[in-house]
């Protein structure tokens, strides 16, 4: 199983930009499905973006349209654009390999990133 971290989270404006990083500690090659998932304060985790090794993507309605998921399968890296972000995008955000054709993660989770949205 591989060792997943997560990195480029922060404090942002509303309407702001970040790019969220996953790397993971192999391959991803033979991942089928990996996606990002977020956990507000008082909330169940959710997927937000999840993409196939085969590119097709998918997005919650919440962030359709603002966010891109991506993956870099020569670097291990899974990323996720966040475009004109809103307060309610204020979470902690994890990246798993997921349990198709469910939506549930198919790893532990790593630390997770931090990313915070100012009106």
């Known amino acids: 199983q591989e060792k997943l971290v997560e990195s480029g989270g922060g404090l942002v404006q509303s309407g702001g930009s970040l790019r969220l990083s996953c790397a993971a500690s192999g391959s991803i090659l033979s991942i089928v499905a990996m996606g990002w998932y977020r956990q507000a304060p008082g909330k169940q985790r959710e997927l937000v973006a999840s993409?196939?090794?085969?590119?097709?993507?998918n997005y919650a309605d919440s962030v359709k349209g603002r966010f891109t998921i991506s993956r870099d399968n020569a670097k291990n890296t899974l990323y996720l654009q966040m475009n004109s972000l809103r307060p309610e995008d204020t979470a902690v955000y994890y990246c798993n390999s997921i349990r198709i054709p469910t939506s549930l993660p198919g790893g532990s989770w790593g630390q997770g990133t931090q990313v915070t949205v100012s009106s």
């Open positions: 993409i196939t090794n085969s590119g097709r993507t």
